[in-house]
């Protein structure tokens, strides 16, 4: 009998402490954005894992799942493109005078140094048989990632099967799978701020990344000497 009244006794004691439990998580509220801390973390980003996800969505734009793959898909895209486009900008500014020199061709820089943008100006010196190029190969690109959407099985957003240095861990290998996937989302999102800043930067100075901030594109001996010459200057 006394086995018993302590049996029910403790039953009762686990479901109110579950009831409890229940309670409190209701009350907590919904989780927060690792991202914007102050802000719900919106839902809909819980039915899928993506890589780089701190729960950022302010406005709400995903809404649905298929919108967030949409979504995924277009940040990778312009993450690849910025990539590219932060190491060619300055890459550009450095070489584009030397080789259209060695060509007997007309440079695309300005007078400042400075590459074409929409915002520098300057895209009319470039070819339109160039432009018509990259667009060319920008829809075919495109063309072949919806193909893959459409008929590869655990499509991942951006996968378009390009690894020709077999960097892309093997299949059983899912946790160095998320590193690489994780590393190309965070390098891209920094290159879509850098190639941003370097539009805004160009445009308000008048003058080109790599002369307005030649200590990260000159060789680390001549950072270093510069430096030190001018700190003897000030000593003296």
Same mark, same amino acid.
């Given at each position: 009998?006394?086995?018993?009244?302590?049996?029910?006794?403790?039953?009762?004691?686990?479901?109110?402490?579950?009831?409890?439990?229940?309670?409190?998580?209701?009350?907590?509220?919904?989780?927060?954005?690792?991202?914007?801390?102050?802000?719900?973390?919106?839902?809909?980003?819980?039915?899928?894992? !993506?890589?780089?996800?701190?729960?950022?969505?302010? &406005? #709400? @734009?995903?809404? +649905?799942? /298929?919108?967030?793959?949409?979504?995924?898909?277009?940040?990778?895209?312009?993450?690849?493109?910025?990539?590219?486009?932060?190491?060619?900008?300055?890459?550009?500014? !450095?070489?584009?005078?030397?080789?259209?020199?060695? &060509? #007997? @061709?007309?440079? +695309?820089? /300005?007078?400042?140094?400075?590459?074409?943008?929409?915002?520098?100006?300057?895209?009319?010196?470039?070819?339109?048989l160039w432009w018509g190029f990259c667009v060319g190969l920008t829809a075919a690109i495109d063309l072949y990632g919806q193909k893959r959407?459409r008929f590869v099985a655990d499509y991942i957003p951006g996968d378009l099967g390009f690894d020709p240095f077999g960097l892309y861990p093997?299949?059983?290998?899912?946790?160095?799978?998320?590193?690489?996937?994780?590393?190309?989302?965070?390098?891209?999102?920094i290159a879509m701020l850098a190639v941003t800043g370097y539009a805004i930067q160009e445009a308000v100075l008048k003058e080109g990344v790599?002369?307005?901030?030649?200590?990260?594109?000159?060789?680390?001996?001549?950072?270093?000497?510069?430096?030190?010459?001018?700190?003897?200057?000030?000593?003296?």
């Amino acid at each position: 009998m006394q086995f018993r009244q302590i049996l029910a006794s403790s039953s009762s004691t686990l479901l109110l402490a579950s009831l409890i439990i229940t309670n409190v998580n209701a009350l907590a509220g919904p989780q927060m954005s690792q991202a914007v801390p102050f802000l719900a973390r919106p839902k809909v980003l819980d039915q899928v894992d !993506l890589a780089g996800d701190v729960g950022f969505d302010p &406005l #709400n @734009l995903a809404g +649905t799942v /298929d919108n967030l793959m949409e979504m995924r898909e277009a940040e990778i895209k312009h993450a690849r493109l910025a990539m590219l486009a932060a190491a060619g900008w300055p890459i550009s500014e !450095l070489l584009d005078n030397k080789i259209a020199s060695a &060509l #007997n @061709l007309s440079s +695309t820089l /300005d007078a400042a140094d400075r590459v074409p943008s929409l915002l520098n100006g300057g895209l009319d010196k470039i070819s339109p048989l160039w432009w018509g190029f990259c667009v060319g190969l920008t829809a075919a690109i495109d063309l072949y990632g919806q193909k893959r959407a459409r008929f590869v099985a655990d499509y991942i957003p951006g996968d378009l099967g390009f690894d020709p240095f077999g960097l892309y861990p093997e299949e059983m290998d899912e946790e160095g799978r998320k590193r690489m996937q994780l590393a190309e989302v965070k390098h891209g999102r920094i290159a879509m701020l850098a190639v941003t800043g370097y539009a805004i930067q160009e445009a308000v100075l008048k003058e080109g990344v790599v002369d307005e901030t030649p200590f990260f594109f000159a060789p680390f001996t001549q950072t270093l000497g510069n430096a030190l010459e001018k700190f003897l200057q000030q000593s003296q």
